[in-house]
């Protein structure tokens, strides 16, 4: 009984109810399996760290053994994996350092894994007198004066969304990206942050960007190793603070090391590339350690610099990205032609618009690539047109047509890291072959020539420089003979009275202008080419024929030059 009355009871539940349940079900499914991906690649990385170590470090194949260990830094950081984890592997690829005799570079290594996590120890299984010694060398340069090592990425609680970085090269500004947890509108994000050897906390702030907050923490803060803090302030209209990430107490941290190695990914902010290091300090805070007010810039280029008011101008390295990219396409038209009667019959001779399409219709009738029926010098009594019964078939039904193949080549600048602007010319095949559509401005001049402008924006962080498969959206317009044709049979009277029918070809011939507009996807073959594959493509011709919608499927290859 009471199972029957939980089922009328939900019977009865209002639709809004229903949404919320899917809504709350979703979000719970969708959390879990990402959690379980997490924990099915770290497990991954696992397996790989112990047939490293187990096999081929015991084993003394000391390369083979980096390489695993390499391959597991480079997928760890891609997985976002556990901060513990990825200092496990810094820490057994310094223990195979120092297992084929290279000292330095061990040190180097353990420095990076005290760096992510101050916890991390030697593993017992492989720890001797000589590592624990080269151990305790880097933890010394980690915590020099003997107050131990800064906890790193230690929890935050707060009401921004928000992946500090765990670890930053010196010199370098650190990449601060937030989304806003809170309803209110929040008019000024400030980042408060203290680096190594600073007395005050200083604040920037953020600005607009990909529905969240970013900027950078800048070089001033990062000149020196050591751990860099920091928390969010968001305010409203108001000027009231709203909004808390962290605070003075328990800010988030980012270790800052000159220890990196090839393996390393700087942080970056969405759909941007990491920016590379400052060439020259300005602004120094009074007895700053390693900032120098007057120091030359390291690539003698007086353009590279801090601005004065901390926020890093963009160095050399952080425009280094393909400009220029060439392209070639291949495209269909699938034209909606509209119907009409008496499509190829023509105004009387006499009348003042004789010649033209009957009662102002749209299409243009052709019989052997020629025009029919026959204008001007070949028929100027206008007889074929006479001998046309009107009303009898004639007829061109709506419908989908296929119309004109057609390829195209394009020359583009990428005028930022996600967006290409350019230009294309192209050919048009299949086109209306006839010369009164041409005489009468509904094809282009130019036929079969097309000539677009068009705008690209690639819906991936890495924009161009991305090696896998992106979304893309693009908007254009140019010039261009858009045209399709339908058979349809005419019927004549023939000099002795009788019916003849006669096949022709109704063109509808869409143009010269043109919008288009539609999505796809970008297959990234390195970072140099690309296939572009867009089938939602959608295409509006203009002109004396009236809009004229079309389907306009495309593919293409993309090279840098």
Known sequence: MRIKRVLVSLRFLPFTGWIACVLIVAASTQAFAGEKKRGTSEEKIRRLQRDAMEQDYLGTRFSNALRKLNEGVKKCQHAKCSLPLLASLYRDRGVVEVGRGQGKKGISQFVLALKVDPSIQLDPDTKTPELEAVFEQARSRVSPHGVGPAHVNSSVEGDFEHQPAAVQQIRIPVPVYIKSKVREFLKNVLVKYKGPGMTEWESIPLSPMQGGYGGFIPCTATMDVGTLSYYLQGFNKQGDPVAMGGDREHPYQVSLTEDVDASFQPPHLPGRIPLGACTQQTDCPPGFPGCQSDASPASGNEDDHSLPDGNPSTPREARNYPRFWASVFGSVDFLLLKSQSDACLLEKAGSPRSGMPFQGGSYYCTLDGKDYPPRGDVDPTGVVNASIQQG????????????????????????????????????????????????????????????????????????????????????????????????????????????????????????????????????????????????????LAFGRYGMMPAITPEFGIQTSI
């Open 392 to 539: 009898k078939e004639d007829s061109v039904s709506r419908g989908l047509a296929m119309g004109n193949p057609r390829i195209s080549v394009s020359i583009e600048y990428a005028a930022a890291l996600n967006i290409l602007v350019g230009a294309r010319v192209g050919y048009t095949f299949n086109t209306y072959p006839g010369l009164s559509g041409q005489r009468e401005g509904f094809a282009p001049l130019l036929s079969p020539i097309s000539l677009e402008g068009r705008g690209t924006y690639i819906l991936d962080s890495d924009g161009v420089l991305s090696t896998t498969i992106a979304p893309y959206f693009f908007l254009g317009g140019g010039i261009q003979e858009m045209s399709a044709s339908q058979s349809i049979t005419v019927i004549t009277t023939q000099s002795d009275g009788s019916a003849q029918p006669q096949k022709v070809q109704a063109w509808g011939v869409g143009g010269p202008g043109f919008i288009t507009i539609g999505t796809g996807l970008r297959w990234s073959v390195g970072k140099s080419v690309a296939f572009m594959l867009a089938p939602l493509k959608g295409t």
